[in-house]
């Protein structure tokens, strides 16, 4: 049993995307970036975007953590691109909801390769990895310069 | 290892008979709180359910008894650092209060601006906030013995570092994050040599090996009860009677003082001057039992299991492939810190936990000394009395399982 439940934490996508995470970069002429900070182990990292009135026209991350953090924070960058503010927003809430309470409390179609997410509801120490990006990701749409922490 | 037995010792403590995940519980995470012998949760029982009562003022028997457990665990510690006298023994809450009540009254009274206080680069941030925070407030210089590749301190640094605007060295006897043992006499032999006084963190290593203050010579001495086995919410500070008695106090309340008017308090005598309202005093009941159990088993015994399974460890860890040990100090108890390959300790300590083994990750509340050795974090694995080689196996296969998952 604890054994599938790794499995469902480190699934294929998630690993792959830890070792190789997409848009993995500082994005050339971002008017939005924010730093976010997990103070409990260490991990930090930085959204920079470039906002096209409501749309999210270019978005890249860069820092260093685990590869829960490292996962969500690739599969966040493609999952958000080119959507709206509100539609990220809206996204981070499933996402949130699908880390914290599991499948079966969202919609996990319409979170699409973010639904390999879905391990972490089992692993409550891991939510805040989980979403470190997407409170960094809020901070640089919300214009908040200070650093936004898990804590 | 004559007269050692480990399982029997782990028959003493009743949370490692579990199963966690399915798994038989593994706990190698004693750097962060030490688990309890039998003996300290009943003498906390026994301590509530017939003698509590409030200390040094009643009249009853209860307070009675109570004052003669409280000041007996005096005693116990005094013994237990072999002080020359208990009034050398302050209760505090742990090291973390007992390094903050000497950076606030030695601290305060000595620091003034342009002066220096001299730490190392491996102290956990009990050992350093504090010292930061005086710094700060007095416009004096903060300064740091630097630390080598082994994870051992820079000793031909520290002379230089040892200047005539020295007001205190605080060092740590065992770095947690490391588990380097400092050669704490001979610091404190050559910061004596200038007339400065020493501040030892003794939260690592009490634990392992017998401590003896008046060999040491150090001025302060400082651990936590609940890394010594004993319970949560006390600990101690040792403080020379010549360093203590001209010393401000620390926090305003009762107990503290021998009479108050709305216009002059006068404050007691040392210890009680440091120790202001009602301390933890069952806590104080159960760190004697902690120590009376330790010196049962023979703290001699117990530092020589500490080293044989150590080296053990370090062996086993070893030998697991892409792993590398932080800190590989020539003297070194008690704490395994590693990396493995590029995996993030975050998810090592994750799948270890499946497998019923717990262990730290982090920066250990040491980050300076993980900026040192350019790590974010590691995943620590610290051992105690009641580890045995079976504890180090089953880590070893977990480590194998984390390189499988990663692979």
């Given amino acids: ?151 | 290892m004559s007269g050692f037995d480990v399982e029997r010792v782990r028959r003493d403590f009743p949370i490692l008979h579990q199963e966690v995940r399915g798994r038989p519980l593994v706990y190698l995470d004693s750097a962060a709180t030490g688990q309890k012998p039998q003996a300290v949760i009943d003498a906390i029982v026994r301590f509530y359910q017939h003698d509590n009562a409030n200390v040094h003022r009643g009249v009853h028997v209860l307070s009675e008894r109570a004052t003669e457990a409280y000041e007996g665990a005096r005693e116990v510690v005094k013994d237990f650092l072999h002080a020359r006298d208990s009034r050398e023994i302050i209760f505090t809450r742990g090291t973390t209060e007992a390094i903050n009540l000497v950076a606030q009254t030695y601290g305060r009274k000595h620091v003034g601006p342009g002066d220096e206080v001299l730490i190392t680069q491996m102290e956990h941030h009990a050992n350093i906030v504090p010292w930061r925070m005086l710094c700060d407030e007095k416009g004096a210089t903060l300064r740091v013995i630097p630390v080598d590749d082994r994870g051992e301190l820079v000793l031909d640094a520290v002379d230089a570092l040892l200047t005539e605007r020295t007001r205190i060295l605080a060092v740590t006897h065992v770095s947690n994050a490391l588990g380097t043992v400092n050669p704490v006499k001979e610091l404190t032999r050559r910061a004596h040599a200038k007339g400065i006084p020493v501040l030892v963190d003794g939260a690592q290593s009490v634990t392992h090996f017998p401590v003896d203050v008046r060999d040491l010579g150090c001025d302060f001495y400082a651990f936590s009860g609940h890394k010594l086995f004993g319970p949560t919410g006390i600990g101690v500070l040792y403080g020379r009677l010549e360093r203590l008695e001209p010393l401000p106090p620390y926090q305003g309340g009762g107990d503290m003082i021998l009479s108050v008017t709305m216009e002059k308090v006068t404050y007691n005598r040392v210890p009680h001057r440091f120790e202001a309202g009602t301390q933890d005093l069952a806590g104080a009941v159960g760190l004697a039992a902690a120590i009376r159990y330790l010196e049962g088993l023979g703290l001699d015994a117990l530092a020589e299991h500490d080293r044989a399974l150590m080296a053990y460890a370090t062996r086993a860890l070893e030998s697991v492939p892409g792993l590398t040990l932080v800190g590989t100090a020539r003297e070194k108890v008690g704490v395994l810190s590693f990396t493995l390959e590029d995996i993030h300790p975050h998810d090592v300590g994750t799948i270890l936990d499946r497998e019923g083994i717990c262990i730290r990750t982090g920066h250990h509340c040491a980050q300076p000394v993980m900026q040192h050795f350019k790590v974010p974090a590691t995943a620590r694995a610290s051992l105690a009395l009641y580890n045995t080689r079976e504890d180090v196996d089953a880590l070893v296969r977990g480590l194998h399982k984390v390189r499988e998952v990663f692979a």
């Fill in chain 1, 1 to 151: 049993m604890s054994s599938g439940e790794l499995q469902d934490l480190y699934q294929e996508v998630v690993l792959e995307h830890s070792k190789r995470p997409r848009n993995f970069r500082v994005v050339e002429g971002a008017n939005r970036q924010a730093a976010g900070h997990n103070p409990l182990c260490g991990d930090q990292l930085s959204v920079t975007l470039k906002l096209e009135g409501d749309v999210i026209r270019d978005i890249g991350f860069q820092g260093q953590g685990c590869a829960i953090s490292r996962a969500s924070a690739s599969l966040m960058t493609g999952a958000v691109k080119d959507h709206t503010r509100a539609e990220a927003e809206a996204l981070f809430e499933k996402v949130h909801a699908l880390v914290t309470e599991g499948p079966e409390a969202v919609d996990v179609d319409a979170l699409g390769k973010l639904a390999v997410l879905s391990g972490v509801s089992e692993f409550p120490a891991r939510v805040k990895c989980a979403s470190l990006a997407w409170h960094t990701l809020r901070a640089a749409l919300e214009g908040r310069d200070e650093a936004v922490s898990t804590e």
